[in-house]
């Protein structure tokens, strides 16, 4: 169980003025600011307030409270050697608070993977609006990672990992060998899903062909792009995230940018 702070019943009111606007779904919480700025301290007694800042995403100012209110409840100290130069440092009860606030860090963040391969599976549902039973996943990075692994979720068979870049093709990804968009077409797959964000129209213009055969093109942006009579294009747009959001709590480290 998290250790209470001596004097500070509610850091959200504490600090009722937050951080810099973060073009974010999910804002930093006050217990996150203060976590931020404990283990900058903890890992350099010489960082200044404007490295604080930028490293933990809040105003100069913002800092300066922060770094005031962890010394009054004596979470941490500073030394003043000149009127330039000071130091920070955790006191034993900071370094304690630190510990509790990473461990409480790690396990909503854990459960926050787990929310988002379930979020992820439902909007590959939404967008497919048919059963899928084989499909290749189209990119190699960090969405391609979570969509394998939402997948492993369901009944899907992932047929195998395809990449336009010669440089992965043959590499390794999730235990299977990245292989060139040009076999797909051998595999017979129910639908192709592009999880890489960077390039997107480019990717689907590259995979045409493969919506002439009946071969569905999911697009995790938003539009899932298929070819239906006359050889038209027919995009279906994807369900309200609204409709397929999950039903877990919002973690308390972090909170909702809906404000």
Known sequence: MLRPI?????????????????????????KLNQLNILREIAAD?????????????LSVAMVNNYLKELCRIGLMEYHRRTIKSVTYHLTPAGSVQLDALQRELMREMAEMYVASKEQVLARITSLAQT?????????????????????????????GICD???????????????????????????????????QTEEVCRSL??????????????????????????????????SEIAGKRPVSSVFRSGNR
């Open 45 to 57: 007694a010489h960082v200044t307030q404007a490295e604080l800042a930028g490293r933990c995403s």
């Open 6 to 30: 001596p004097g500070v019943k509610n850091w959200e009111r504490a600090y009722p003025m937050q951080k810099k606007d973060l073009p974010s779904l999910y804002l930093q919480s006050p």
């Open 131 to 159: 059963d899928l039973h084989r499909v290749i996943l189209f990119g190699s990075g960090h969405t391609a990672q979570l969509v394998f692994h939402a997948l492993e979720l369901s009944n899907v068979n992932i047929l």
């Open 208 to 241: 045409e062909s493969l919506a002439d055969r009946g071969i569905k093109i999911i697009r995790l942006d938003g539009q899932s792009v298929s070819r239906g009579a006359g050889n038209q294009a027919a995009v279906e747009q994807a369900v309200p995230s």
């Open 164 to 198: 336009d870049d010669l440089d992965l093709i043959g590499n390794d990804f999730c235990g299977r060998e990245v292989m060139s968009p040009s076999q797909v077409r051998f595999l017979s797959p129910d639908a192709v899903i592009v999880a890489r964000a960077p």
